[in-house]
Every structure is written in C-alpha cells, then in structure tokens.
C-alpha cells in the first residue's frame, strides 16, 4: 500500500489494490484451513487431500498474480506520467 502512495495514483488504483489485498489474506486464511482439515481427516497421503491442497494454493496464487499485475499496471502509469 506504502508504493500506491508513492506512486500517487488514482483513488480507484488504490481501492482495486485495498480489495485484492484483502482478499489475498482471505483466501491464504482459506488455503490454510483447508490444509489443516486435510491432514486432521486424512494423516496419510491421499489424492484427494492432494488435489484439495494444490487447488488451495492455486487460488492464492492466482491472487497473488492479481495483486503483481495491478502493482505493475500502476507503476507503468507512474513511470508515464
């Protein structure tokens, strides 16, 4: 958050970055229960637990890309303007 405002851009940049940040959190909160009720239900190694935990982590992962796009699309206006 500490570059958006560096960066002075819009306020709608920074509510879309707000957002995505938030929801970053939310989804590794997620993720991560998701792993603890995978190794709580299944101690061994299962597909399913498997498939559940990688899917988890695409999810942040996808956020994760999200939140660097937004960065970089800012910083691309900054360096522009």
Not at 14 to 39: G, K, P, Q, W
Not at 53 to 78: E, M, P, R, T
């Amino acid at each position: 958050m500490v570059a958006y405002t560096v960066m002075d851009v819009t306020a709608a940049i920074r509510l879309a970055a707000a957002v995505l940040f938030l929801l970053l959190l939310a989804m590794e909160a997620v993720n991560t229960a998701i792993e603890e009720i995978i190794d709580r239900i299944s101690p061994d190694v299962s597909d399913t637990g498997k498939h559940a935990k990688d899917l988890g982590s695409l999810a942040v992962f996808c956020l994760i890309s999200a939140n660097s796009i937004l960065l970089l699309y800012a910083l691309a206006l900054h360096l522009t303007a």
